[in-house]
């Protein structure tokens, strides 16, 4: 990727999402309003890392929030006349426990670490690589509010050999 496209900031993303909660598959356990920032969803392997803010408002919720985990997974997919075989893996992980407790509203913000040797994004005929950030908060004994988007991988690209 050239440094220029580097400079221009990706695609921020924002998603603000209110989530019913049901406590062990029919007791009802309020709400919650999430709302979810990323500031760029285009990385470059040795320069950024991934930022996500999570804005919780837990006031009408009558269950704590335990955990707020974002995980990034890689998907290959490769195909052939007769087949197509697709593996996906888990690059990278964070969790952070913030413990907002019932009534409760504040934020969260996690970076998460690129590893700096995978394969950037990359989409062939017959190959394709991409990747998926998946953002949850843990509601113990209710439906786990998530949230995915996509993320766009890319490699610097040096001139330094032409000069």
């Given at each position: 990727m050239p440094l220029s496209q580097h400079d221009s900031g990706g695609a921020p993303l924002q998603e603000d999402r209110p989530y019913h909660l049901v406590y062990c598959c029919c007791c009802d356990s309020g709400s919650l309003l999430a709302k979810f920032h990323v500031k760029?969803?285009?990385?470059?392997?040795?320069?950024?890392?991934?930022?996500?803010?999570?804005?919780?408002?837990?006031?009408?919720?009558?269950?704590?929030?335990?955990?707020?985990?974002?995980?990034?997974?890689?998907?290959?997919?490769?195909?052939?006349?007769?087949?197509?075989?697709t593996v996906t893996e888990r690059v990278s992980k964070m969790t952070l426990r913030p413990l907002f407790g019932a009534g409760d509203n504040g934020s969260i913000a996690g970076i998460l670490?690129?590893?700096?040797?995978?394969?950037?994004?990359?989409?062939?005929?017959?190959?394709?690589?991409?990747?998926?950030?998946?953002?949850?908060?843990?509601?113990?004994?209710?439906?786990?509010?998530?949230?995915?988007?996509?993320?766009?991988i890319s490699e610097t690209v040096s001139y330094t050999h032409l000069t």
């Open positions: 760029r969803t285009e990385v470059v392997t040795d320069k950024d890392n991934l930022q996500i803010i999570c804005e919780i408002d837990n006031t009408v919720g009558q269950k704590p929030i335990e955990k707020f985990k974002v995980e990034l997974f890689h998907t290959v997919t490769m195909r052939s006349l007769h087949h197509v075989k670490n690129i590893p700096r040797n995978i394969q950037p994004t990359s989409q062939g005929f017959n190959c394709y690589s991409t990747y998926r950030c998946h953002v949850e908060l843990h509601v113990p004994r209710a439906g786990n509010p998530t949230f995915e988007f996509p993320v766009q």
